[in-house]
């Protein structure tokens, strides 16, 4: 029997040095390369804060200037990839159909020699840029739309909406979609980051590295709580059901979605700004039902779970901003893939600095030296 401690979930375990995110979940703290998050979402754009976290400092007003040429200029996919995405079933999910899509994105754009700072950079400009493009491209196809083609024209988050909706958003609506963007774009050792470090020590080449972590992001404890969300707040239908919903949830230890963190022991801040975003949109149009539904949810549940450390994340308020910003339930996880692929990437080009492949051990708990019974001997 082995005699290392085992810690589940490599909880409280350092897996690298790295110097893109810090939190601090007592104060409920988040800073992109010393940058508050907050401030970044207030102040800042979805491609100003990607360069902040893929190159250390915010970027000259040149850079910005080149690096939003060189975004906007890779938008578009190949003919080849947009009848590939036709093919797929349109009852999938767009989380699969994203992951899927980006493997192939990397058979247009092969990109191997990862020891190759250029190419690097290349592949990390051609995924940012594209991943809107692979999420509305599915998104209208299964449709029975015709995807549209990206605008020049456009930053990145305005272009997005453009793309799934065919008309480009207010001013008020873009902002809050890039302050979603933003505020979604990185947090430090998660699972789907972890996922793309591991995979990135192996060498393996960038495409993958994303399509790794994608899969990783759609599972419901992660980037897939947000759809549970508001499945879950249907489910609870109104303010008066909340107290016994909750009481029973918790009696029946259910996981009440869009609640807990192993990193946050308060209020997620990602959560507070979504619902600051959710306040000013619903200042003018009305709290829908499902927001009401939700304050009321996390006023009773400080109580039931606050003394264990539970409070709201991300996921909590994100799904209600999307939905009245008119975007479909199944992809709200997909767009906190075109945010946290920045995130990903800054990880993945990090980890190639000081590579060693990952391979942690075991605690065995299995049965050695037994005996070969050859099968007519067997019952
Ligand atoms: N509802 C009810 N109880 C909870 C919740 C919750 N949402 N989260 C944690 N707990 C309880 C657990 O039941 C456990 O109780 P116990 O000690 O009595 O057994 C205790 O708190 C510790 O929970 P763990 O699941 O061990 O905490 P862990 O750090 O492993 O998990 C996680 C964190 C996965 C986020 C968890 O809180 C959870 O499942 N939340 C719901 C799903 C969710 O919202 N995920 C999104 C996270 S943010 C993101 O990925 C973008």
């Excluded at 988050?157 to 008020?172: H, L, T, V």
């Excluded at 909590?316 to 975007?327: A, E, T």
């Amino acid at each position: 029997m082995s005699e290392m401690e085992l810690r589940p979930g490599l909880a409280d375990v350092p897996v690298a040095e790295s110097a893109i995110s810090f939190i601090d979940g007592k104060r409920a703290r988040l800073e992109y390369r010393g940058i508050a998050a907050e401030t970044l979402a207030k102040e800042s754009s979805f491609e100003e804060t990607t360069w902040l976290l893929l190159k250390g400092d915010l970027p000259t007003q040149k850079e910005l200037a080149e690096f939003n040429h060189d975004l906007r200029s890779r938008r578009k996919l190949k003919y080849k990839l947009i009848d590939l995405i036709k093919s797929l079933p349109e009852n999938g999910h767009p989380m699969d159909a994203l992951q899927s899509s980006v493997s192939a994105l990397g058979m247009f754009y092969p990109s191997r020699d990862v020891g190759n700072y250029a190419n690097n950079w290349e592949a990390t400009l051609r995924l940012t840029a594209s991943l809107p493009t692979l999420v509305a491209a599915f998104s209208r196809i299964r449709n029975g739309d015709e995807a549209i083609e990206p605008r020049e024209d456009l930053d990145h988050a305005a272009n997005f909406y453009y793309m799934m909706f065919g008309k480009e958003p207010s001013a008020a609506t873009r902002k809050v979609l890039d302050a979603c963007l933003i505020l979604h774009a990185e947090h430090n050792m998660n699972a789907s980051t972890f996922t793309a470090r591991v995979t990135g020590s192996t060498l393996a080449n960038p495409y993958s590295v994303v399509s790794a972590a994608v899969g990783s992001l759609s599972g419901p404890l992660h980037g897939g709580a947000n759809e549970e969300v508001l499945g879950m707040l249907d489910a609870i239908g109104t303010k008066a059901n909340v107290q016994s919903w909750l009481e029973n949830a918790i009696a029946t230890k259910a996981k009440i979605m869009g609640f807990g963190h192993r990193v946050y022991k308060v209020k997620d801040p990602r959560a507070t700004v979504l619902q600051e975003l959710a306040e000013n949109m619903f200042a003018e149009t009305g709290r829908p039902a499902k927001y009401e539904v939700a304050i009321e949810l996390e006023r009773v549940a400080n109580g039931l779970l606050g003394p264990k450390g539970i409070y709201p994340n991300v996921d909590f308020f994100s799904g209600v901003v999307y939905q009245s910003l008119g975007i479909p339930t199944d992809l709200f996880t997909p767009i906190f893939a075109v945010a946290r692929v920045a995130g990903w990437l800054a990880h993945w080009l990090e980890q190639l600095k000081n590579n060693r492949i990952y391979r942690p051990e075991q605690v065995f708990v299995g049965k050695t030296n037994v005996d070969y019974i050859p099968l007519e001997k067997r019952p």
